[in-house]
Structures are given as structure tokens and as C-alpha cells.
């Protein structure tokens, strides 16, 4: 199936924490989320419904993080927070550029921001609000991708946009095989064939059951979110 731009209106958002994080690796990098945060602005002034899912891993990754003798559940409840962290700051900076947006939580969290349902994202998103999913999925041993296809299909999103460091697949690494390939779009099934990385199988699989598009473009190119939607060859296009 070709990418048909024209057919997209509701678009989730995966951002990785390495991105906010910036070349610190750590924290929030501000450069970086003031040209995102205006990108996200200039999408949504163009008429496309967002829903966004950060990751948590400029804060805290729980499957990675260095001491393993420590209880994974714990980990990855502090790896969930660290998601919240990111939404809330977000949808803030949004807000504060006069940009409505709303942070929901998946795990209760009274005092500080509503829990998410469907319904009621559905409902803010259709007023025009960005919508900030965190908490990933709300357990552990799961990843912010899964999270964010999870969320794509509870919201009939059109398309999975995910934003990496990179320009999309290639049918190599290109840092170690000159020869490496881009491939502009490839069908789930190809992904599987060809073993091309797309991301964690969970989410992969998910993704594909039940036949949710994904992009995978690169967020650090300066309009790439825009370019993501409207230009077929601008990133990866995986289809069912
Ligand atoms: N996490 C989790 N369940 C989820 C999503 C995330 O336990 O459904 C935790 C896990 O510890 C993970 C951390 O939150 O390491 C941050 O998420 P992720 O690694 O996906 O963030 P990213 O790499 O995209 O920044």
C-alpha cells in the first residue's frame, strides 16, 4: 500500500527521552524542545489531530539501568514516572506557547494530572487539544514504543510516527556497510523477512495484528515532523 498523505488526519507521535535529552544524553536539552515543540504547533495549525507518547529514557530506563540486583518492577515504575516527567513538561511548554495541550497519565495520579482513557483523549483531541499519553503502558517489561502503538490503536490513529536519530531503514547498518540501502517503504511482513529492525517485537507485533502504518523519519532534520506527513519518501513507511 502506498503512503497516501491525503488520508492521514489523526497521527500519534512517538519521541524518544534520548531526543529531548539533546548531545547532554541526560535531562532536557531546551534548544531541542523549543524546535520541537513549535513543529508540533505548526502540524497542528495545519489541520492534524496529535497524540504523543514520550519516552522516559532521558530520566530513567528501567532494563538498562545500572544496578540489575534492584527489583525490575521498581525500575520500571520509576522508568513510567520518568514518561509522566516528560508529558507534563511538554504539554506545559506547549500551553505557556499558547498551544492547548493536556498531559494524561495512565497510572492514578490525583493531584497531578487526569488518567487517561480513551474516550476522553479521543474527546480532547477532537477540540484540538495535543494530547500527551504517559506512563507507557502502565507495566512493566514493556516499552514506550508497544506504548505508543497501544495507544494509536485505542485512538483509530491513521499513522504511527516515529521520530529517531536516523533517516529510516536500510537494508544494512550504513556506518559499516557502504553498500547499505534506504528503503523508503516496506510491508510488515518484508520487516520480518529481511530481519529489519523496526522496533521491540512486542510493539512490532502489535503494529501488525492489527494493521497500524508506521513511519519511521528522522526528528533531528529541522521540519522532519511535517516532512514525516506530507512527503512519502521523507522516512520509512511500514504497512500492513
Ligand atoms: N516502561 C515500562 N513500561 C512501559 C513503558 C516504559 O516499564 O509500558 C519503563 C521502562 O523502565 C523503560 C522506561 O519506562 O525503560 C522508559 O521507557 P522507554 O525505554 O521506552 O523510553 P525511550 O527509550 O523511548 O526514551
Avoid at 520500571?76 to 507534563?88: E, F, R, V
Avoid at 495512565?106 to 474516550?119: K, Q, R
Avoid at 514493556?142 to 516515529?162: G, H, M, N, P, Y
Avoid at 533531528?220 to 515532523?225: M, P
Wanted: proline fraction near 3%.
Amino acid at each position: 500500500m502506498l503512503f497516501q498523505p491525503e488520508k492521514i488526519h489523526r497521527v500519534m507521535l512517538k519521541i524518544s527521552g534520548e531526543i529531548l535529552a539533546g548531545p547532554q544524553g541526560y535531562g532536557f536539552d531546551d534548544e531541542v524542545i523549543d524546535r520541537l515543540t513549535d513543529e508540533i504547533i505548526k502540524v497542528r495549525q495545519k489541520g492534524y489531530s496529535i497524540a504523543i507518547v514520550l519516552g522516559g529514557g532521558n530520566i530513567f530506563r528501567g532494563g538498562t539501568w545500572k544496578n540489575q540486583n534492584l527489583d525490575r518492577v521498581v525500575l520500571d515504575h520509576i522508568g513510567m514516572l520518568a514518561t509522566i516527567q516528560n508529558s507534563l513538561y511538554l504539554a506545559e511548554i506547549l500551553n505557556l506557547k499558547n498551544c492547548p495541550a493536556r498531559a494524561f497519565s495512565c497510572l492514578i495520579m490525583d493531584n497531578i494530572t487526569e488518567l487517561y482513557t480513551p474516550s476522553k483523549a479521543s474527546e480532547a483531541l477532537e477540540t484540538g487539544q495535543i494530547c500527551f499519553i504517559g506512563g507507557g503502558t502502565g507495566n512493566p517489561f514493556f516499552t514506550t514504543d508497544t506504548a505508543a502503538i497501544l495507544r494509536a490503536i485505542e485512538l483509530q490513529s491513521d499513522l504511527v510516527l516515529k521520530g529517531t536519530k536516523v533517516d529510516g531503514l536500510y537494508t544494512s547498518d550504513p556506518k559499516l556497510d557502504s553498500n547499505a540501502q534506504f528503503i523508503s517503504s516496506a510491508s510488515f511482513s518484508q520487516c520480518l523477512e529481511q530481519k529489519l529492525g523496526v522496533m521491540d517485537m512486542t510493539a512490532f507485533s502489535l503494529a501488525r495484528e492489527n494493521q497500524i502504518p508506521l513511519k519511521i523519519f528522522n526528528l533531528t532534520r529541522a521540519g522532519g515532523i511535517e516532512m514525516a506527513l506530507t512527503q512519502p519518501d521523507f522516512g520509512t513507511y511500514i504497512y500492513a
